[in-house]
């Protein structure tokens, strides 16, 4: 997932394969500022919940389309980043 300046890793999978991703929201901001984070991949209907410091959630699709879509967090939208799916 993006961190907070918006870097984030481009993600390259294959078509048709099933992807599997794990988050975990290690952000703690001081003093004990606590931000809640998730992910969406619309195209592949991909949501997480919001999570609180130190939650995870884990999500699992079938990259059946082929192209380049956004990965976001939709409490800040500065976080994002693609997944291309090659064929």
């Known amino acids: 997932m ?3 300046e918006g870097a984030s890793p481009s ?4 078509k048709n394969n099933l992807v599997q991703i794990h988050l975990i929201n290690e952000e703690i901001n001081p003093p004990d ?3 809640k984070h998730n992910l969406n991949i619309d195209e ?3 949501h997480t919940k919001d ?3 130190f939650q995870t959630d884990s999500v699992t699709f079938l990259a059946n389309k082929a192209g380049t879509f956004d990965y976001y967090c ?5 976080m994002k980043g693609t997944i ?3 064929t």
């Open 74 to 78: 939709s409490l800040h939208p500065d």
């Open 44 to 46: 592949f209907n991909v």
């Open 11 to 14: 993600i390259i999978i294959s």
């Open 2 to 4: 993006p961190n907070a």
């Open 84 to 86: 291309t799916v090659t």
């Open 33 to 35: 500022n606590i931000s």
């Open 51 to 53: 999570l609180g410091y």
